[in-house]
């Protein structure tokens, strides 16, 4: 066999060779996300077994959620969630400075939906609807503990945004680990979304 011959063998044991795949970010990242999961789905069972025994106070006191608000509060997330995806992809092929434009982005997402929720939350107040309510109980429970939940959001996309923008660092992995938890922020809203706005 020639030299050629060997070398074109190994390329195409190479290539033959299964790809490994893995997981984005680290396990921590994923205990922290799946304990956060494990958290909201038991309060959602809560919400679900309350609103079963009083189902008409819960649909009258719903009727009085700014369902608008609501889905814009979605689309933006939405959105913000897509910035992240994207980036994550820039990063991964070099290109770094559209992925800090992107995480740049999606923070602003998540500042646009702190101040949309913290208008809806004005505006029901304003209008007499707090925790003596059981449905707004439960809303400014879920809302708010989400709330706290984006805002560690915002705090985790700085400092990959921080990493992004040292040439030292710049660990796709980083990028991963905040994509994965922000994430997370998202798909959490969407069940909130649908089961305090929409749900009848």
């Keep these: 066999m020639t030299i050629s011959d060997r070398d074109a063998s190994d390329a ?10 893995r997981l984005p970010g680290d396990l921590d990242m ?6 956060d999961l494990f958290f909201f789905g038991c309060y959602f069972i809560v919400y679900m077994v309350f609103r079963d025994r009083s189902p008409d106070q819960f649909a009258q006191a719903q009727r009085h959620l700014n369902l608008g608000v609501g889905v814009a509060n979605t ?8 910035f992240v995806a994207i980036a994550v992809q820039e ?3 070099g290109a770094v400075r559209t992925a ?18 913290a208008f809806e ?13 059981e449905f707004f109980s439960f809303y400014f429970v879920l809302t708010g503990i989400h709330l706290a939940h984006l805002v560690l959001g915002l705090l985790i996309l700085g400092i990959v ?7 030292d660092l710049r660990r796709p992995q980083m990028v991963e680990q905040g ?22």
């Design 30 to 35: 994923w205990v922290l996300v799946l304990g």
């Design 161 to 167: 945004l921080r990493e992004l923008r040292n040439p």
């Design 179 to 200: 994509a994965t938890y922000w994430h997370m922020v998202d798909l959490l809203w969407v069940v909130i979304f649908a089961i305090l706005y929409l749900m009848r």
């Design 75 to 82: 689309v933006v997330l939405l959105t913000s969630s897509m």
């Design 91 to 93: 990063v991964r092929r």
């Design 121 to 133: 939350w004005h505006q029901e107040i304003t209008h007499g609807f707090t925790v003596s309510n």
């Design 12 to 21: 195409l044991e190479e290539s033959a060779a299964p790809v490994t795949s």
């Design 100 to 117: 800090e434009r992107l995480i740049g982005a999606a923070g602003v997402c998540g500042v646009l939906f702190v101040a949309l929720k």
